[in-house]
């Protein structure tokens, strides 16, 4: 079974091409979303993370504050260190049992924004950049999250540059156009992927 990598910077179009390759039967793991899992109430995660920064890590409700977080490791770099050693392995475990649960698939997606920052991309054999001029990705970043132009451009100034991610890429998926293009290119590439996991596995 092939795992295949998709990543891209913030509003490049991750998600959007997850759900297009989910539409075509292709089982897809987004590590956001596992991120977020292992800091769930409940989780020994969350109970480290309170014990580390105090009781202002939690909401009223019990769940992690993010913005409260991203704010502290962002003012203290150290706290960045301790928290990506507590949760990385932690993320990495989840997603490799999850792959390991879905051997009898051709090939799986594992979404990640971080695949290229991170060991991630060592879990996979292929990698998929979604690619886009970084003028479209400031708007479609600010139309999404209602932020300002200066503040889309400072998180995509703090993330990988763009041809550094593209040099790493196997496969492009080149989102500048509309979301019918980005479909036709997932239903190709859907196919490369299908016949590499094929030929691979004979
Ligand atoms: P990411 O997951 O990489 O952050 P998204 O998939 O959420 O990015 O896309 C960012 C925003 O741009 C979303 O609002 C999405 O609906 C929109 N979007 C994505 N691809 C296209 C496209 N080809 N045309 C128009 N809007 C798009």
New binding site residues.
């Given amino acids: 079974m092939l795992t295949v990598g998709l990543t891209?910077?913030?509003?490049?179009?991750?998600?959007?091409?997850s759900r297009l390759f989910e539409q075509l039967g292709v089982a897809v793991i987004d590590a956001d979303q596992v991120a977020r899992d292992v800091v769930a109430p409940g989780e020994p995660a969350l109970d480290a993370i309170q014990a580390e920064f105090g009781d202002a890590a939690l909401d009223v409700s019990g769940q992690l504050n993010r913005r409260w977080l991203r704010q502290q490791v962002f003012d203290y770099p150290e706290k960045r260190t301790w928290l990506e050693a507590l949760l990385h392995p932690l993320i990495r475990q989840q997603i490799l049992n999850w792959i390991t649960s879905h051997q009898q698939e051709d090939y799986v997606i594992l979404t990640s924004?971080l695949l290229l920052e991170t060991d991630q991309h060592r879990l996979t054999q292929a990698i998929i950049v979604?690619d886009l001029p970084e003028d479209i990705q400031l708007q479609?970043?600010c139309?999404?999250d209602g932020m300002t132009t200066a503040a889309a451009g400072k998180i995509i100034a703090a993330q990988m540059p763009r041809q550094q991610r593209v040099e790493r890429a196997d496969f492009i998926l080149d989102?500048s156009?509309?979301?019918a293009?980005?479909e036709a290119q997932v239903a190709l590439l859907h196919q490369q992927l299908k016949s590499r996991a094929i030929n691979k596995s004979t």
Avoid at 8 to 17: N, R, T
Wanted: proline fraction near 5%; charge should be positive.
């Fill in positions: 891209g910077g913030i509003g490049s179009g991750k998600s959007a091409a924004p979604v479609r970043s139309e999404r989102n156009g509309n979301l293009s980005l």
